[in-house]
């Protein structure tokens, strides 16, 4: 009994997340300058986005000790990206909801007008107050 | 026997508590009931239309409702017993106060009884919060009305 409790608490202590990160664009990486912000942002070490026609959502991963501010973080590089393409409307946040919906997205390749209406529907929700 | 003697006798003979293991049970229960509803929010983000900002009111719910039929068939109190505070400070104490005192006031009837006392422990959270949040939201309403902030 006492052995496995021991188990069970270096289980619990040894365990940590271990998520394979990643920088990629769908559908096509057509931002070069957008990787460069991304990467040049100490905080941020991995994204993934969206691109469809004029909307570009990118979802970041912050480092654990900026997760305290990282509403500000999300911030300043929505401005850094809208001074570098200013015909572009940029959404980027920590939200797991965004990341996961874009890796749905990924997976079902989703096109033109279905790409649309998903980037409209992801939209309205990161813009949900209550 | 003097004042002073009998303190000195009470002392020796009451258990002293002991305070490292109280503090790591609480900790191992409080943790785990936080960690079920960390799954209970991903499970909200993943399945439903809510993001990590909006998932947080049906935890809560949930995590209450759980508690409450815990509480009803008589299970919660055999946790709390064992985690003391880890199962009291967490949003799941709240449900366990109401239906307790719902319980425990059942043979009063059902009106006087329960519905009199249902809200003694938890009721002031309840009154509290909705008046803060009036409060707030009135402060915001103002302050965006004039133009200082926006919504």
């Known amino acids: ?130 | 026997m003097e004042q002073k003697q009998f303190d000195k006798l009470v002392e020796r003979q009451t258990p002293k508590p002991v305070l490292f293991v109280n503090i790591l049970k609480a900790f191992l229960v409080g943790g785990t009931i936080c960690t079920i509803g960390q799954l209970i929010t991903f499970f909200y983000i993943r399945f439903f239309s809510f993001t990590e900002r909006t998932a947080a009111n049906p935890t809560v719910a949930t995590m209450v409702f759980i508690v409450m039929i815990l509480t009803g068939t008589g299970l919660y109190k055999k946790i709390s017993q064992f985690g003391g505070a880890g199962s009291a400070v967490p949003v799941t104490g709240f449900g366990n106060a109401v239906i307790s005192a719902a319980i425990e006031h059942k043979s009063e009837g059902y009106v006087l009884g329960i519905g009199g006392n249902i809200f003694k422990l938890a009721g002031s959270v309840i009154v509290f919060g909705v008046l803060s949040a009036f409060f707030v939201a009135l402060i915001k309403t103002i302050l965006v009305k004039i133009g200082v902030v926006s919504w």
């Open chain 1, 1 to 130: 009994m006492k052995i496995i409790k021991y188990v069970l608490l270096l289980f619990l202590l040894l365990t940590a997340c271990s998520n394979e990160t990643d920088q990629v664009m769908y559908p096509s990486n057509d931002l070069p300058e957008l990787k460069q912000v991304l990467n040049s942002n100490e905080a941020v070490y991995g994204f993934k986005g969206i691109v469809d026609k004029d909307d570009v959502l990118v979802s970041i991963d912050i480092r654990r000790m900026n997760q305290f501010k990282e509403n500000k973080i999300a911030k300043k590089i929505t401005k850094q990206l809208e001074e570098k393409y200013p015909d572009k409307e940029f959404l980027v946040t920590n939200d797991l909801k965004l990341k996961w919906e874009i890796e749905k997205i990924m997976k079902q390749e989703l096109k033109t007008e279905e790409l649309t209406k998903s980037v409209e529907k992801i939209k309205s929700l990161l813009k949900e107050e209550t």
